[in-house]
């Protein structure tokens, strides 16, 4: 049985409210099962159904950004009236396919999920809320057919680097060696071996990233290549 993805704007009961100045207040189920580490909390102590939360109330102009709970009965599926760039990215996918599993429920695989968007984004293009910040393991690709969220995976993915949003004391976002995300090994080629990767996002929005060691400055023009 599949039940609207629960960002229909409207107040419900839940155990987890989050008014944020600035974006939609959330108002999303809290975890019933754990998940492994680092699925179960990002960096910030936030679950996936807090961070998807987040991340959906970016596009949602008035009202509350609810995510529904479910059970084992129940799984999300997107309305085309609810289908925007944020719910459309595969990271938000990720995420809420996570909080599913944190409830002791299924999650739909990606076509499926992603049929009524009339597009669908690579990486999260909005800026990110500050209030939280995006795992590693959240940036899955999803291109093959039949593709669907993989816990095994997220957990060798690991969550110990996290994407936060551009401020003006914190523009660099580190990768270790061998462990850029796919869309940095996309954007950059060879470079993915490199010692070190960084991602920037900022509003408006607009991305690049390099390999290469990090200097203790704090601008995109102290990356250099690594040697």
Not at 98 to 122: E, K, M
Not at 144 to 161: H, K, M, R
Request: charged letters at 10%; one cysteine or more.
């Amino acid at each position: 049985m599949s039940l609207p993805l629960g960002f229909i704007l409207a107040l419900a009961t839940s155990l987890f409210w989050s008014p944020v100045q600035g974006i939609a207040p959330i108002n999303v189920p809290a975890c019933t099962f754990q998940l492994p580490s680092p699925l179960n909390a990002n960096s910030l102590g936030q679950s996936p159904c807090q961070v998807a939360g987040y991340l959906g109330a970016v596009c949602t102009s008035a009202g509350v950004f609810t995510i529904s709970p479910v059970d084992a009965a129940l799984e999300y599926f997107l309305p085309a009236t609810n289908a925007d760039s944020c719910t459309c990215s595969n990271v938000y996918y990720s995420l809420l396919s996570a909080c599913a599993a944190c409830q002791g429920a299924v999650h739909r695989i990606w076509s499926a999920y992603s049929s009524n968007c009339s597009t669908v984004y690579t990486g999260y293009p909005n800026p990110v809320p500050p209030e939280t910040a995006i795992p590693h393991w959240a940036f899955q690709s999803y291109v093959e057919p039949g593709a669907t969220f993989n816990i095994d995976l997220a957990v060798a993915q690991g969550g110990e680097f996290y994407f936060h949003p551009c401020t003006s004391d914190n523009m660099h976002f580190r990768y270790p060696r061998n462990h850029c995300p796919w869309f940095i090994k996309e954007k950059i080629g060879g470079w993915a071996d490199s010692r070190w990767c960084s991602w920037r996002s900022c509003f408006p929005f607009s991305f690049g990233c390099r390999c290469g060691i990090l200097s203790s400055s704090r601008t995109t023009e102290s990356i250099s290549p690594a040697e």
